[in-house]
């Protein structure tokens, strides 16, 4: 039986690879998103809704908290039948923005729900495998010689792009930072 487990790790050790990869990218949009809705939230009807979400009982929340899940499915059933029917861009551009506006939505929901939802034994148990599952699967391919050369790659990227010269006054980018910082302002008062 050694043997078969042998085979076996070797066959699904891709698998898991990309698993904690996937996991890892949605890490980073749980982050993203939970900023942006942050920032989104400071809106005074948005805020308004957050306090009402904050009030909620535990399966109003688990509820709630399945919510975007629900509502998202469709959309990427819909993208895979247009990636069926010719329209592979367009379908794969509608799953990332999904899974986007899916991770940002849930994340928030979840840092508004979290004290609640652990209060559901159940839910709370699950939540801690996952967590525990996920740490292992991150520490594994953390632990690869692919992973220390793709983050060697990333720190030289950063590197490189702290090295570039600011933009001069009239560029495009000088441009559009300053439509941006405009933006913010509005966006604030």
Known sequence: MKPFRRYARRLFAPLVYLAAVLLLLEDWLWTLGARLMARLAQWPPLHRLEAWICRLGPYAALVLFALPAVLLFPVKLLALWAMGNGHALTGLLVIVVAKMVGAAAVARLYL?????????????RLLHWFMALKERWIAALRATAAWREVSALAARLRDWRRALPMPAPGSWRARFRRLLKRFRARWRA
Do not use: H, M, S, Y
């Open 112 to 124: 508004l729900t979290r004290p609640v939802l652990l209060t559901i034994l159940w839910f709370a």
